[in-house]
């Protein structure tokens, strides 16, 4: 069965610094992984998602994440840090039992921006 | 409009009591999809749908029944509510053709549950 592993459940960072976030994924064959956003009292919004397409995505709000096969790894990176992205962040990974289309997610990071 | 409506927000219930909470979509997706989140835990797939006639238990069901009532309403029951339902309720939705939001889920706002 699919799995994934979020490491730390919090992660703090000053405004302007550079945000890893990271993701290891468990899959047989290759897997769609996807990176979620969840905002103070919001539902999960869709921040990017990979789709073996490439193997550098590109999302919302300046957010990518690169997928490494070698590394069984797909961790969120964004340059500089905004107050505006304090949120809980997940890491999901499709279920190829049932055709892609349950997802297995992570347990969450919650990500801190200092002023 | 949202896409995706949960009704109620919020709800403060007792032991014992039977409650339901309703999602329903304009999307015009036929996979539907109930989640509970609880702080440390993330997501954990409840039941989930992939058109009205299949529904399917995900990994924590029991204690919860569903019924799909047309592609475009999904409710979550609890039986008998106990303390440890307490949690943040999640519907969502997907789409089963392909094209650009392939897999990709669409949620609700969420249901904030309390049972005491």
């Known amino acids: 069965a699919q799995s994934v592993t979020q490491l730390g459940s919090h992660v703090s960072v000053s405004e302007g610094a550079l945000v890893l976030l990271r993701c290891n994924y468990s899959?047989?064959?290759?897997?769609?992984l996807f990176w979620y956003v969840q905002y103070p009292n919001q539902g999960l919004q869709l921040l990017l998602k990979?789709?073996?397409?490439?193997?550098l995505v590109k999302g919302i709000n300046g957010f990518e994440a690169e997928f490494k096969k070698s590394e069984t790894s797909f961790h969120l990176t964004k340059p500089s840090a905004h107050m505006s992205d304090a949120a809980e962040y997940f890491c999901a990974v499709s279920d190829t039992d049932t055709g892609f289309q349950k997802l297995v997610f992570g347990t969450g990071t919650r990500l801190l921006v200092s002023p | 409009d949202a896409d995706v409506t949960q009704t109620p927000r919020n709800r403060i219930t007792k032991t014992g009591k039977r409650i339901m909470l309703e999602c329903s979509q304009t999307?015009?997706?036929?996979?539907m999809y109930w989640y509970r989140q609880d702080p440390g835990l993330g997501l954990r797939l409840i039941y989930y749908?992939?058109?009205?006639?299949?529904?399917n238990k995900g990994e924590i069901s029991d204690g919860y029944s569903v019924s799909r009532q047309a592609q475009a309403k999904f409710s979550l029951s609890l039986e008998s509510a106990i303390p440890n339902q307490t949690a943040l309720y999640f519907c969502?939705?997907?789409?089963?053709?392909?094209?650009?939001?392939?897999?990709?889920?669409?949620f609700g706002p969420g249901t904030r549950l309390t049972v005491l």
């Open positions: 899959s047989s064959v290759p897997p769609y």
């Open positions: 999307k015009g997706h036929d996979r």
């Open positions: 990979y789709t073996s397409a490439a193997t």
């Open positions: 749908s992939f058109d009205v006639k299949d529904i």
């Open positions: 969502a939705t997907s789409d089963d053709r392909q094209g650009s939001s392939y897999n990709e889920q669409f």
